[in-house]
């Protein structure tokens, strides 16, 4: 089992900038990528960003290209999302997602809730 835990969410205002963390423990996993899904009320869940298991890659969901950044900490396991230029449409409950690639199975956080004000 592996064991996803967010933080950093708040209120903040438009155009401000909030950064996300999420700290995994439990299983080792060798092929996995990590990262963050939103949910806005009355939405479905979103795919947000995401980085591979070793740091190189990373993917980003249009609306927030150029504006979030993914980041993962190998040593800690951890991984981080810099969000810069916050709109009110980013607000939303973020999960921290850890895909097991090799068993086809999806970790999820408890979400960290972000509103943004305009």
């Known amino acids: 089992q592996v064991q996803l835990v967010e933080s950093g969410g708040r209120s903040v205002q438009a155009g401000d900038s909030l950064m996300l963390s999420c700290a995994a423990s439990?299983?080792?996993?060798?092929?996995?990528?990590m990262g963050w899904f939103r949910q806005a009320p009355g939405k479905e869940r979103e795919f947000v960003a995401a980085?591979?298991?070793?740091?190189?890659?990373?993917y980003y969901a249009d609306s927030v290209k150029g504006r979030f950044t993914v980041s993962r900490d190998g040593a800690q396991n951890m991984v981080t999302l810099q969000m810069n230029s916050l709109k009110p449409e980013d607000t939303a409950v973020y999960y921290c997602?850890?895909?097991?690639?090799?068993?086809?199975?999806?970790?999820w956080g408890q979400g960290t809730s972000v509103t943004v004000s305009s």
């Open positions: 997602n850890l895909r097991d690639i090799r068993n086809h199975y999806d970790y």
């Open positions: 439990g299983r080792t996993l060798s092929n996995y990528a």
């Open positions: 980085v591979n298991w070793d740091g190189r890659s990373t």
